[in-house]
């Protein structure tokens, strides 16, 4: 069963444009929601990350923003570059469950110069 | 570099054959996991490692064998490979349980005919 859903499968954006890429969960135990971005050949790196008590958090042009209550959070990426063109793929992690971490489907971004 | 280091790179078996893919890491590290990645499944959890000399199964552990050799060695095992374990397979580790930075391997793409 996927307990993280995630949309859309791929995503071609202009040069400057606004990436966005959203997750829904299910379980409410989760306690830790990250982004995990990957290049071809490569393997995920931690992009950035939440938690639940907090509505948006900013790391440059990147931002993402969660629902508590509709239990959805997406990445934005804004002022969208060549060099963003990756898999994107959200997270969500149950601390008492140790640092499982369960996967969303990921995303292609593919930003166009 | 500090990290974690997969061998092979690529590996193409015949049905029936086995194999072991070898993770190792350089940080310290107390945990260490096993994923296998498929398009539009995103990262599933094969077999995870909490603390040196403890293994367990994750979400998709059959048809797989792992072996925590010490702290810094966490090694995945296919007894008898079958074509639906053709799939890129990543090798992580973490501080441990609390942690929240999971580094990952390059990936071992494995091909079985």
């Known amino acids: 069963q996927q307990q993280v859903k995630q949309s859309p499968q791929s995503l071609i954006v202009q040069k400057g444009g606004i990436s966005i890429i959203n997750c829904a969960y299910e379980n409410t135990a989760f306690d830790y929601f990250p982004w995990y971005q990957q290049f071809p050949g490569k393997g995920p790196a931690l992009l950035i990350a939440?938690?639940?008590?907090?509505s948006e958090k900013k790391e440059g042009r990147f931002t993402i923003s969660f629902n508590k209550s509709a239990k959805q959070f997406s990445l934005h990426i804004m002022d969208s570059q060549p060099g963003d063109s990756a898999t994107y793929f959200c997270?969500?992690?149950?601390?008492?469950?140790?640092?499982?971490?369960?996967f969303g489907a990921g995303t292609i971004l593919r930003v166009k110069s | 570099n500090a990290g974690v280091t997969q061998t092979p790179k690529f590996q193409v078996l015949k049905t029936g054959q086995s194999m072991t893919l070898q993770c190792a890491q350089d940080?310290?590290?107390?945990?260490m996991y096993w994923y296998r990645q498929d398009p539009g499944m995103g990262l599933r959890l094969i077999y995870y490692?909490?603390?040196?000399?403890?293994?367990d199964k994750g979400e998709v552990p059959n048809g797989y064998n792992v072996s925590r050799l010490n702290k810094r060695e966490f090694s995945l095992r296919l007894e008898s490979a079958a074509p639906s374990q053709t799939s890129v397979y990543f090798c992580?580790?973490?501080?441990?349980?609390?942690?929240?930075?999971?580094?990952f391997g390059a990936g071992s793409r494995l091909t079985v005919l």
């Open positions: 997270a969500a992690r149950r601390l008492e469950y140790g640092n499982k971490l369960v």
């Open positions: 992580a580790s973490i501080t441990g349980v609390g942690a929240n930075v999971l580094t």
């Open positions: 939440i938690r639940p008590d907090v």
């Open positions: 940080m310290n590290h107390n945990s």
């Open positions: 490692s909490a603390s040196e000399g403890t293994t």
